[in-house]
């Protein structure tokens, strides 16, 4: 089974400023994928996570609002930029694991809180 | 658009009642159905559905998918409160890697 590392787990930030997460892989993988979550709400993809290439975002999602970035197969970052209160939400980076067994694996999550 | 809907969106019942829970999806070019528990953060990985009519079972837990009807069912038998949690389920289709995810079944379960 994959390990992700999230971090941070959770935390408050104001209103504008940005927060990067980060998300390591105990294995090298080739696509990434980083979902959100707001209070209430299922997981919704924000966009795919390429190593050696832009990141592929979903519809409603921007790289300016949420820039990637993928340095290597095991490792990614989500910045969430000039947040505001809807941006509370949960962050969750996952990875399918291997082929065959079809589970995507989460990480741990981060909680964010925009006062 | 895809789309994937569960119901119901809550249920509360006593510890030791068998629940079922239920997931109707409609997306092009179908591959595969998962099935998530989440009680904190990070969704935890049940089940993948991919033929239609064979029972994928875990303990307490089985589910089954209907291909043509386009829905899957998740039973817990014997619930207990450790089983209090959202389930999600979430599709897959054969045209990429990217999980379309429903909206989820809060379940408690009172002791």
């Known amino acids: 089974s994959a390990v992700i590392s999230q971090k941070p787990s959770r935390d408050i930030c104001q209103r504008g400023t940005s927060l990067t997460i980060q998300c390591q892989v105990d294995?090298?993988?080739?696509?990434m994928f980083w979902y959100r979550q707001q209070p209430g709400q299922s997981l919704t993809l924000i966009a795919t996570a390429n190593q050696g290439s832009e990141a592929t975002y979903e519809s409603g999602f921007v790289i300016d609002k949420f820039p990637i970035s993928r340095p290597n197969l095991t490792f990614s970052t989500l910045t969430v930029s000039n947040m505001s209160p809807e941006d509370s939400s949960i962050y969750l980076c996952?990875?399918?694991?291997?082929?065959?067994?079809?589970?995507?694996?989460f990480g741990e999550g981060s909680r964010l809180t925009v006062l | 658009e895809d789309k994937v809907v569960q119901s119901p969106l809550s249920l509360v019942v006593h510890e030791g009642d068998t629940v079922t829970l239920n997931c109707s999806y409609e997306?092009?070019?179908?591959?595969?159905l998962l099935w998530y528990k989440q009680e904190k953060k990070a969704p935890t990985f049940l089940f993948m559905l991919?033929?239609?009519?064979i029972e994928k079972k875990s303990g307490r837990l089985s589910s089954i998918l209907d291909k043509k009807e386009l829905f899957s069912i998740l039973n817990i038998t014997a619930t207990q409160t450790g089983d209090s949690a959202i389930y999600l389920c979430a599709v897959l289709k054969s045209s990429g890697d990217k999980l379309t995810f429903g909206t989820g079944t809060r379940l408690a379960v009172r002791p």
């Open positions: 991919t033929s239609s009519g």
């Open positions: 294995s090298q993988v080739t696509m």
């Open positions: 997306v092009t070019n179908f591959r595969s």
């Open positions: 996952s990875v399918w694991q291997g082929t065959g067994t079809g589970e995507l694996f």
